[in-house]
T-cell receptor, first 115, second 114 residues
Framework: NAGVTQTPKFQVLKTGQSMTLQCAQD?????MYWYRQDPGMGLRLIYY???????DKGEVPNGYNVSRLNKREFSLRLESAAPSQTSVYFC??????????????FGNGTRLTVT | AQSVSQHNHHVILSEAASLELGCNYS??????LFWYVQYPGQHLQLLLK??????LVKGIKGFEAEFIKSKFSFNLRKPSVQWSDTAEYFC????????????FGGGTRLMVKP
Protein backbone atom coordinates (compact mmCIF):
# COMPACT_ATOMS: atom_id res chain seq x y z
CA ASN A 1 0.00 0.00 0.00
CA ALA A 2 2.15 2.87 -1.30
CA GLY A 3 -0.15 5.85 -0.58
CA VAL A 4 1.51 9.05 -1.79
CA THR A 5 4.89 8.63 -3.47
CA GLN A 6 7.23 11.53 -4.14
CA THR A 7 10.40 11.53 -6.19
CA PRO A 8 13.17 12.41 -5.76
CA LYS A 9 13.81 12.33 -2.00
CA PHE A 10 16.73 14.74 -2.22
CA GLN A 11 17.88 17.20 -4.86
CA VAL A 12 20.56 19.86 -5.10
CA LEU A 13 20.20 22.49 -7.81
CA LYS A 14 22.20 25.48 -8.87
CA THR A 15 20.50 28.84 -9.19
CA GLY A 16 18.71 29.05 -12.51
CA GLN A 17 18.39 25.31 -13.08
CA SER A 18 14.98 23.76 -13.57
CA MET A 19 13.47 20.56 -12.24
CA THR A 20 10.20 18.75 -11.76
CA LEU A 21 9.09 17.10 -8.55
CA GLN A 22 6.89 14.10 -9.14
CA CYS A 23 3.98 12.95 -7.01
CA ALA A 24 1.68 9.99 -7.47
CA GLN A 25 -1.09 8.55 -5.29
CA ASP A 26 -2.69 5.16 -5.59
CA UNK A 27 -5.75 5.79 -3.41
CA UNK A 28 -8.03 7.12 -6.17
CA UNK A 29 -8.11 10.46 -4.38
CA UNK A 30 -9.72 13.46 -6.01
CA UNK A 31 -7.67 16.40 -4.74
CA MET A 32 -3.91 16.81 -4.59
CA TYR A 33 -1.69 19.47 -3.04
CA TRP A 34 1.85 20.76 -2.98
CA TYR A 35 3.17 22.32 0.23
CA ARG A 36 6.56 23.63 1.23
CA GLN A 37 7.83 23.36 4.79
CA ASP A 38 10.29 25.87 6.15
CA PRO A 39 11.61 25.96 9.73
CA GLY A 40 9.27 27.82 12.05
CA MET A 41 6.80 28.58 9.26
CA GLY A 42 4.83 25.37 9.10
CA LEU A 43 3.51 24.17 5.78
CA ARG A 44 2.46 26.65 3.14
CA LEU A 45 0.29 25.72 0.20
CA ILE A 46 1.90 26.28 -3.19
CA TYR A 47 -0.70 24.90 -5.59
CA TYR A 48 -3.55 22.46 -5.44
CA UNK A 49 -5.78 20.49 -7.76
CA UNK A 50 -9.30 19.93 -6.54
CA UNK A 51 -9.96 17.40 -9.27
CA UNK A 52 -8.41 16.04 -12.42
CA UNK A 53 -8.09 18.80 -14.98
CA UNK A 54 -8.10 21.72 -12.53
CA UNK A 55 -5.31 23.53 -10.70
CA ASP A 56 -5.35 26.60 -8.47
CA LYS A 57 -2.83 28.81 -6.76
CA GLY A 58 -2.26 28.51 -3.06
CA GLU A 59 -0.53 30.84 -0.66
CA VAL A 60 2.95 30.91 -2.25
CA PRO A 61 2.71 30.06 -5.98
CA ASN A 62 5.36 32.41 -7.39
CA GLY A 63 8.22 30.61 -9.09
CA TYR A 64 6.31 27.35 -9.48
CA ASN A 65 4.07 25.64 -12.00
CA VAL A 66 2.03 22.47 -11.67
CA SER A 67 0.46 19.84 -13.88
CA ARG A 68 -2.31 17.45 -12.94
CA LEU A 69 -1.33 14.83 -15.48
CA ASN A 70 -4.15 12.47 -14.58
CA LYS A 71 -6.04 11.52 -11.45
CA ARG A 72 -2.97 9.84 -9.94
CA GLU A 73 -0.19 12.29 -10.72
CA PHE A 74 0.46 15.91 -9.77
CA SER A 75 3.86 17.40 -10.61
CA LEU A 76 5.52 20.59 -9.40
CA ARG A 77 7.98 22.41 -11.65
CA LEU A 78 10.60 24.97 -10.78
CA GLU A 79 11.50 26.74 -14.03
CA SER A 80 14.44 28.74 -12.68
CA ALA A 81 15.41 27.71 -9.19
CA ALA A 82 16.35 30.34 -6.62
CA PRO A 83 17.97 29.94 -3.17
CA SER A 84 14.69 31.08 -1.61
CA GLN A 85 13.15 27.85 -2.89
CA THR A 86 15.39 25.76 -0.67
CA SER A 87 12.84 23.85 1.37
CA VAL A 88 11.19 20.53 2.02
CA TYR A 89 8.34 19.92 -0.39
CA PHE A 90 5.38 17.75 0.49
CA CYS A 91 2.73 16.38 -1.80
CA UNK A 92 -0.61 15.42 -0.30
CA UNK A 93 -3.91 14.03 -1.47
CA UNK A 94 -7.44 13.79 -0.15
CA UNK A 95 -10.43 11.71 -1.11
CA UNK A 96 -12.69 14.76 -1.06
CA UNK A 97 -12.49 17.79 -3.32
CA UNK A 98 -11.27 19.89 -0.42
CA UNK A 99 -8.49 19.61 2.12
CA UNK A 100 -10.91 19.55 5.00
CA UNK A 101 -13.74 17.09 4.55
CA UNK A 102 -11.37 14.16 4.71
CA UNK A 103 -7.80 13.92 5.99
CA UNK A 104 -4.79 14.83 3.91
CA UNK A 105 -2.44 11.95 3.14
CA PHE A 106 1.12 13.15 2.81
CA GLY A 107 4.13 11.83 0.96
CA ASN A 108 7.54 11.56 2.61
CA GLY A 109 8.79 14.83 1.20
CA THR A 110 11.52 16.06 -1.15
CA ARG A 111 14.40 17.96 0.40
CA LEU A 112 15.55 20.55 -2.14
CA THR A 113 18.64 22.70 -1.80
CA VAL A 114 19.35 25.52 -4.25
CA THR A 115 22.90 26.88 -4.17
CA ALA B 1 -6.33 36.26 5.80
CA GLN B 2 -6.27 33.55 8.40
CA SER B 3 -3.13 32.82 10.40
CA VAL B 4 -2.20 30.20 12.97
CA SER B 5 0.20 30.64 15.88
CA GLN B 6 1.88 27.91 17.85
CA HIS B 7 3.77 29.71 20.57
CA ASN B 8 5.81 26.76 21.84
CA HIS B 9 8.43 25.92 19.24
CA HIS B 10 10.22 23.30 21.33
CA VAL B 11 8.92 21.35 24.31
CA ILE B 12 10.86 18.83 26.35
CA LEU B 13 9.02 16.59 28.80
CA SER B 14 9.72 13.49 30.81
CA GLU B 15 7.61 10.40 30.33
CA ALA B 16 4.30 10.48 32.23
CA ALA B 17 4.24 14.28 32.27
CA SER B 18 1.13 16.04 31.03
CA LEU B 19 1.20 17.86 27.72
CA GLU B 20 -0.55 20.94 26.46
CA LEU B 21 0.43 22.54 23.15
CA GLY B 22 -1.07 25.90 22.34
CA CYS B 23 -2.69 26.86 19.06
CA ASN B 24 -4.34 30.19 18.32
CA TYR B 25 -5.81 31.36 15.07
CA SER B 26 -6.90 34.69 13.71
CA UNK B 27 -10.16 34.38 11.86
CA UNK B 28 -13.52 35.53 13.09
CA UNK B 29 -15.77 33.24 11.10
CA UNK B 30 -16.58 29.56 11.24
CA UNK B 31 -13.55 27.32 11.11
CA UNK B 32 -12.50 23.70 10.79
CA LEU B 33 -9.56 22.83 13.06
CA PHE B 34 -6.95 20.11 12.84
CA TRP B 35 -3.88 18.74 14.53
CA TYR B 36 -1.37 16.85 12.40
CA VAL B 37 1.67 14.99 13.70
CA GLN B 38 4.96 14.09 12.06
CA TYR B 39 6.92 11.34 13.79
CA PRO B 40 10.67 11.17 13.08
CA GLY B 41 11.27 9.85 9.61
CA GLN B 42 7.58 9.59 8.81
CA HIS B 43 5.08 11.65 6.88
CA LEU B 44 2.49 13.93 8.44
CA GLN B 45 -0.70 12.27 9.59
CA LEU B 46 -3.95 13.48 11.04
CA LEU B 47 -4.18 13.35 14.84
CA LEU B 48 -7.64 14.82 15.31
CA LYS B 49 -10.09 17.33 13.86
CA UNK B 50 -12.97 19.55 14.88
CA UNK B 51 -15.79 20.60 12.57
CA UNK B 52 -18.72 21.22 14.91
CA UNK B 53 -20.48 19.88 18.00
CA UNK B 54 -18.70 18.94 21.22
CA UNK B 55 -15.73 21.32 21.49
CA LEU B 56 -13.66 18.61 23.20
CA VAL B 57 -12.49 16.21 20.54
CA LYS B 58 -10.58 13.01 21.02
CA GLY B 59 -8.01 11.71 18.59
CA ILE B 60 -5.67 8.81 18.24
CA LYS B 61 -3.13 7.69 20.82
CA GLY B 62 -4.88 9.35 23.77
CA PHE B 63 -4.67 12.90 22.43
CA GLU B 64 -7.51 15.38 22.78
CA ALA B 65 -8.05 19.01 21.89
CA GLU B 66 -10.45 21.65 23.09
CA PHE B 67 -11.93 24.33 20.88
CA ILE B 68 -12.54 27.56 22.79
CA LYS B 69 -14.22 29.91 20.36
CA SER B 70 -13.96 32.98 22.59
CA LYS B 71 -10.19 32.53 22.78
CA PHE B 72 -9.70 31.48 19.14
CA SER B 73 -7.79 28.52 20.49
CA PHE B 74 -7.55 24.80 19.80
CA ASN B 75 -5.01 23.46 22.29
CA LEU B 76 -3.77 19.89 22.17
CA ARG B 77 -3.52 17.87 25.36
CA LYS B 78 -2.44 14.48 26.59
CA PRO B 79 -2.55 13.51 30.28
CA SER B 80 0.57 11.34 30.24
CA VAL B 81 3.09 11.41 27.41
CA GLN B 82 5.24 8.51 26.26
CA TRP B 83 8.63 8.45 24.61
CA SER B 84 6.89 7.42 21.39
CA ASP B 85 5.06 10.78 21.34
CA THR B 86 8.31 12.47 20.34
CA ALA B 87 7.34 14.23 17.12
CA GLU B 88 6.53 17.56 15.54
CA TYR B 89 2.93 18.72 15.96
CA PHE B 90 1.15 21.07 13.60
CA CYS B 91 -2.09 22.91 14.18
CA UNK B 92 -4.08 23.77 11.05
CA UNK B 93 -7.13 25.90 10.39
CA UNK B 94 -9.51 26.16 7.48
CA UNK B 95 -12.05 28.92 7.25
CA UNK B 96 -15.33 27.51 6.04
CA UNK B 97 -15.40 29.87 3.05
CA UNK B 98 -11.72 29.37 2.19
CA UNK B 99 -12.10 26.15 0.24
CA UNK B 100 -8.83 24.32 0.09
CA UNK B 101 -6.78 26.89 1.97
CA UNK B 102 -5.64 24.93 5.01
CA UNK B 103 -3.31 27.18 7.01
CA PHE B 104 -0.72 25.48 9.17
CA GLY B 105 1.02 26.80 12.24
CA GLY B 106 4.80 26.79 12.53
CA GLY B 107 4.86 23.51 14.42
CA THR B 108 5.97 22.44 17.89
CA ARG B 109 8.78 19.95 18.31
CA LEU B 110 8.10 17.70 21.28
CA MET B 111 10.85 15.61 22.79
CA VAL B 112 9.89 13.12 25.48
CA LYS B 113 12.75 11.88 27.61
CA PRO B 114 12.53 8.24 28.70
Amino acid sequence: NAGVTQTPKFQVLKTGQSMTLQCAQDMNHNSMYWYRQDPGMGLRLIYYSASEGTTDKGEVPNGYNVSRLNKREFSLRLESAAPSQTSVYFCASSSSWTATNSPLHFGNGTRLTVT
Amino acid sequence: AQSVSQHNHHVILSEAASLELGCNYSYGGTVNLFWYVQYPGQHLQLLLKYFSGDPLVKGIKGFEAEFIKSKFSFNLRKPSVQWSDTAEYFCAVNARNAGNMLTFGGGTRLMVKP
